[in-house]
């Protein structure tokens, strides 16, 4: 190379080192500017992440609260307490991101007041709904302030979203700048480096270039022939002039199995080549060309001989090799496998054999015809079908409209048009005439083989006789079924309903086809049971459910339906068959059993918690009594206090003895000519205490001349004494009760009226029923068994009279009507009823069993209330225990009682009577145990402990004093906080274990898991 190209070709080097150094300079500038800009994007997403965050988060606290204040359910705060929690962190979050833009910073500084200000008011709404009710709340709604805040807010969280997204947009759009600058800098530079690269290249190419046309000329002549041979498919051996091996490419040393040791060699020795018979040829391929120098063709199937004895079927050709002067100089052998093609050809044969018989042995009639309708070959069942034999369909030469009568001319024509339109016709139903006259109903189908003018058709063809007359077997059947049978595919819908369907819904097959049958579902059921059906027809699978079906009557009566899947073999649902039972009578007995079963369940619970309200302050009291002297006064207390409550349980036993009486039939009335008004006198006196404790005014309006009844005047006036107590205890205190009594001719009314809390419209028949209250929650403030009402209404009917309940509903009173049949004055004036004779009931101090079990006791003791509400125990003046007491209870023998057990083991107690006072005395002096109620009026006692537990750090231990026993309360009451969970009535011993458990110097924070308790 000259010295001056040299020197060029290394200046074009270093040029294009350092363009390329120059470039990767410029790249890495260019992504370094979008990595910045791409990064203040992602930062302005983030941005706009946390703001539809505390947007979301705002709203899902404002849901959270409505839902709490519609449902009565605190779960409905579970979603609004976590959004709440999630709240600060997620201000947090944006005031750091947001660190940047001072605008934005301000914003959200102006957002965070409104924020707390619109918690605060929430939180106020629900404090206020909780202690207040509903009618508060609705006055703090009515300012519209909580929207006005939730307008702002959405409203400053909107304007920081659009500044976020105009910031986005400006910064989307310094991205794509940089993008652009990045391209074209990096296109610039790689483009001046290419240009000098390609200089420099240039210069060396031109030098080499000459030196490889050289080699390249020198070695094409003697690879072109190599390449040619290697190149082939074909096994490939040339030979010279006396049939020994030169060249054989890899094919061939594949196909005969041997190494390249085999050249030189005899080719007849390494090629042996058989021919089709078996025998060996008598003159080798190759010899034959070089004896005759003619091109040689093997005209049959010859087998070639591997070294390892097996053979292989081929296809060989031979030609001479000559010089330019024409001389043979010798042979190209060709030898091409064939096996497979000998195969494929083999198993073509063997296909069409099975083709044929299969053909001949199907189920389905086949036939083939060419275009014009010609029939030229047909199976078995074909011809069985049309009743001809094979060879008098030849000789007959039929066509397909030779078999098919006039009146189906028209389908055909149809069929042949479809059929060359598309090259199938769908199936269709149609008949054959018969060889012997006979029509054959068939379902024909037909496709051309090819798609060519000249194809010929074949012809599907299925025998419909048998199938009619087993399909009129199956219509017979189902319509002698009671139940519904039906049959539907997916997507199509109803296909066929037996008679009972449609005398059932006195729709039509036309009303019924497809998705018609939903008429027959009552409109407010059709779009679940739609959905039901759409689910269910699609599942591989028996498929079951319940739906109501309106019948030609107008009235719905429900039905089971069961279906039964066909499925394919993909596992496709195809066709459904099935069944609709009516199920309305046994729905209707199984619901009447779920609830009487759930009155009963709530019965007994009652009735063991109605019976430990008065044997716990017995119980209390009696073990008080044997464990201490008390003073009189406390034993006269103590005695009245036993007479109350042993009432009580009389009046619970009478109550149900009473019912069991009624119920049985054996209730016996003692009837006499009575004046209405001395039993409502009489009445009023019974029902006075209650009255005159609530504080309500009672006012009658009584006829001046008498009203004569014949009935039993103790049930009388245990009827009337128990709406008056009833009207008495639903009756908000000062409230106002009338008593009317409105006589008619033949019959008089009593009515007893209340401002009370009033009957939902759906609970005015039901309250009636056995064990039925209007709420049966824990708050019971009223107490009873809920069978007060239906000793009312079964004396009144036993009187040949009726009861009847009418309120407008909660909140708006209600009143009560009973109506008796009048009686003729007596003749003589009989002697004076004596309503307070010994069968006065006790049991008439009730209403319809809501009455608290002491109520007298409570009056009682609310004399001896301090300044701050609580009861302070008498025993406080007995040397203290090393505890601190607090005992809570909303019934006041069992809380006073206790007390004296306590004190009886030298431990003073506090006693409050209300669940929220004793959370604030609890919060403002924490003691060291509180025995705790659980069924208390206003808030019951586990929410109470949970709000200690969540308010007060000093964790004091909470022991459960409830008359709730069963497994599910101690477990609610272990996930309420309580430490222990004793069972009222409680014993001295029991008390004395657990004083001294938790006296000691160290008390364990968990509960101890060998509750105590007494039954």
Known sequence: MPQTKRRITSINLVLVIVLLAVNGFVTSVNIGRLFDAQRDVSHTFEVLRLLANLQEEMVTFESSCRGFVIARESTYLDSGLVALEQLPRTYADLSDQLADNPEQTRRLVELAPIIAERLGVAANAIQVFIESGEAELMKIARTGRARVQMDEIRSRVAEMIQAERTLLDQRSAGVEFNYYVAIMTTLLAVLISTGVAIGAWRSIDQELAARIVAEQSARLTSENFRVTIHSVDDALVTTDAQGRITLMNEVAKSLIQVSDDVLGQPVDRIFQIQQDSGTTANEHPVHQVLRTGQKLAATETNWLIRADGTRVAVDDRASPIRNSKGKLQGTVLVVRDISEKLKAAQAIRRRDERFRRVFDSSLVGMALCNKYGRIIDANETYLETIGYSREGLYSADLSWGDITPTQFSGLDTGAWEELRATGRCRPFEKEFIAQNGMRVPVLIAAVKLLDDEESEVAIYTVNLSQLRAAEQRYRMLTNASPQIVWIARPGEDNLYCNDRWYEYTGLTPDETRGMGWLRAVPTEHQGQVAREWSTASRKPETCEFELPLRGRDGLSRWHLLRGVPQINSDGVVVEMIGTMTDIDALRQ???????????????????SHELRNPLTPISNALEAWRAADLSPEELTEVREMLSRQTKQMVR????????????????????????????????????????????????????????????????????????????AKYTDPQGRIHLQVVPFEHQVEIQVVDNGAGIPAHMLEQIFGMFEQVGSSL?????????????????????????????????????????????????????????????????????????????????TQINTLNTNGSLQDQTAEQPAGNLRIMIVDDVAASAKTLGMMLRAIGQPAEICLDGHEAIQRVLANPPDLVFLDIAMPGIDGYQVARQIRAQCPQRPVLVALTGFGQPDDRKRTQAAGFNQHLTKPTSLDSLRALLKHYGSSERPSESVRSDTHAD
């Not at 007995?589 to 009735?607: C, I, M, S, V």
């Not at 009478?654 to 001395?678: N, T």
């Open 652 to 727: 619970l036993i009478d109550d149900l003895l009473d019912v069991s009486r009624i119920s049985g039939g054996k209730i016996q009335l003692k009837p006499a000519i009575l004046d209405l008004r001395e039993c409502i006198q009489t009445s009023i006196e019974v029902a006075q205490p209650l009255i005159r404790q609530a504080g309500h005014q009672l006012t009658t309006d009584l006829p001046n001349e008498p009203v004569w009844i014949k009935a039993d005047a103790t049930r009388i006036v245990q009827i009337v004494a128990n709406l008056l107590n009833n009207a």
């Open 779 to 859: 708050d019971r403030a009223q107490g009873g068994l809920g069978i007060g009402l239906t000793l009312v209404r079964s004396l009144a009917e036993l009187h040949g009279g009726s009861v009847v309940a009418f309120s407008e509903g909660l909140g708006k009173g209600s009143r009560f009507t009973i109506t008796l049949p009048r009686s003729p004055a007596p003749v003589a004036i009989e002697p004076p009823v004596n309503n307070n004779s010994t069968e006065k009931p006790e049991n008439s101090a009730k209403a319809d069993g809501h009455l608290s079990s002491d109520r007298e006791d409570t009056a």
């Open 589 to 607: 007995a199984q619901q009447e059993l779920e609830l009487a079963d759930r009155r009963k369940d709530f019965f007994l619970a009652t009735l």
